[in-house]
């Protein structure tokens, strides 16, 4: 039986299930709610994240054309107009057929109505390396989005963040893209706490303390950089792992206290290191004056298409191992 308690119930649940759960919540407690895109109706969605809505609240939910553009454009209005629409983009890449909408629409109506309109739209998409994923359907995206003012990004790397950040989400009075990742989906079940007061926007939390060095990470490599540290932990080298799920809005405050406390900061994310949201993270900590005793760190995916071979695709996207290798060079001045 199910833990309950005066802040929601405790269950275990997947990274998929806590997105399934969340949609369940969602379009039980909010009327103004839909739930559309490619297969989320009455197949459930490619990934069964959509699982039973269809079924639950009838044309609440339903499918939708091969056509991002109509999927996105139709949202916009329909949030303009009351709704809270929830709109699934199968793969990130594929938001990139429909940048307008999201860009010059979505990001702009309550700018450029004067406050009067606003865009609660939520865009539920997944990005990264996968087996086979290819260079159509593995870009990771978020540096493009957090450079338009307007839109809201996170990216969930556990399941009780699957659940979290999607509530929050949706109860935003703006838009917001949450980027799941399709490698997090079907992973170990964990104890998730759904049904309790929704949270707020942004923040960062310590994964793991230290002393030797701050990595400040977000996404799904965020199980692998821990797996690095851990390793890293014994042969003496002490490293704390901050992890950003909220990348706009943006915790810089427990960014630079965190590298404040060790003196030596790295950012890790699985996307091209060029042009890479850790160059931001890198500026915004330099630009405040934190001493530092050794030069910032950026570990990223090299700036190179993703080939097909699963075994080249894997070779390329940061490992535990080489996280390790890079960190320990950071503390101790050699690899």
């Known amino acids: 039986m199910p833990e309950m308690s ?8 997947s990274y998929g299930e806590a997105v399934n759960a969340a949609l369940h919540r969602l379009m039980e407690e909010l009327p103004e709610t839909l739930v559309y895109g490619e297969d989320v109706g009455e197949p459930g969605g490619v990934f069964g994240v959509t699982r039973g809505l269809r079924k639950q609240y009838g044309d609440r939910a339903f499918d939708t054309p091969i056509s991002e553009s109509a999927i996105l454009g139709s949202a916009v209005g329909a949030a303009m107009m009351g709704r809270r629409p929830i709109v699934e983009i199968m793969w ?3 938001s990139l057929v429909a940048l307008d909408q999201i860009v010059n629409q979505a990001a702009n109506v309550r700018y450029v109505s004067n406050g009067r309109l606003a865009a609660p739209l939520t865009i539920r998409t997944q990005q990264g390396g996968a087996p086979g994923a290819c260079a159509q359907h593995s870009q990771c995206l978020e540096a493009l989005f957090l450079h338009v003012p307007g ?9 009780q963040d699957a659940y979290d950040l999607l509530v929050t989400a949706v109860h935003s009075d703006d838009p917001v893209l949450v980027v799941e990742n399709r490698t997090l989906y079907f992973g170990a079940k964990e104890a998730v706490r759904v049904g309790g007061a929704v949270g707020p926007m942004g923040g960062a939390r310590v994964r793991r303390s230290g002393t030797d060095a701050t990595v400040v990470t977000w996404g799904a490599i965020t199980a692998r950089v821990l797996e690095a540290v851990e ?12 992890e950003t799920p909220w990348l706009n809005p943006f915790d810089t405050e427990a960014v630079t206290a965190g590298a404040a406390r060790t003196g030596r900061l790295a950012v890790v994310h699985e996307a091209n290191v060029t042009g890479g949201f ?3 993270v ?5 630009e405040s004056g934190v001493p530092l005793s050794a030069p910032p760190l950026r570990i990223g995916t090299p700036d190179t298409r993703m080939p097909a071979a699963p075994v080249l695709a894997e070779a390329l996207v940061p490992d535990a191992a080489r996280i390790a290798r890079e960190l320990r060079a950071l503390v101790r001045g050699a690899s």
């Open 6 to 13: 005066g802040t929601g119930e405790v269950r275990k649940l």
């Open 92 to 94: 990130a890449d594929f």
């Open 151 to 159: 839109l809201r990004v996170c990216m969930p790397s556990t399941p």
């Open 231 to 242: 390793s890293l932990a014994g042969e003496g080298v002490d490293v704390e792992v901050l």
């Open 278 to 280: 850790g160059a931001e």
């Open 282 to 286: 890198v500026a915004r900590v330099t």
